[in-house]
Nanobody, 117 residues
Framework: QVQLVESGGGLVQPGGSLRLSCEASVSIFSLTSMGWYRQAPGKQRELVAVVYRVGSPKYADSVWGRFTISRDNAKNTVYLQMNSLKPEDTAVYYC???????????WGKGTQVTVSS
């Protein structure tokens, strides 16, 4: 079982920045991908950003140009740098990891991000 622990959420004013972290219990080289999802009240969980072992990261249109996903292989950690935050970014942000072997999907507990003045 892969354990994922998120941190870095909090309250920030519109236009501000936050950096989320997701530490995995295994080498991230063993994972097909790692990504960030978010779920706002009354909404479905949606993909925010994802990074693969090879290739370019992918982003939701709503966060393109504002968010950046990155990884530190030595620390088994993936980050989400969030800039120019908007109230519509308010949600619980979940770290996700995918594997070829079953169970193929793993989720963190989530971290709350609130953008409000």
């Amino acid at each position: 079982q892969v354990q994922l622990v998120e941190s870095g959420g909090g309250l920030v004013q519109p236009g501000g920045s936050l950096r989320l972290s997701c530490e995995a219990s295994v080498s991230i080289f063993s994972l097909t991908s790692m990504g960030w999802y978010r779920q706002a009240p009354g909404k479905q969980r949606e993909l925010v950003a994802v990074v693969y072992r090879v290739g370019s990261p992918k982003y939701a249109d709503s966060v393109w140009g504002r968010f950046t996903i990155s990884r530190d292989n030595a620390k088994n950690t993936v980050y989400l740098q969030m800039n120019s935050l908007k109230p519509e970014d308010t949600a619980v942000y979940y770290c996700h990891a995918a594997q070829v072997l079953q169970p193929g999907d793993h989720w963190g507990k989530g971290t709350q991000v609130t953008v409000s003045s």
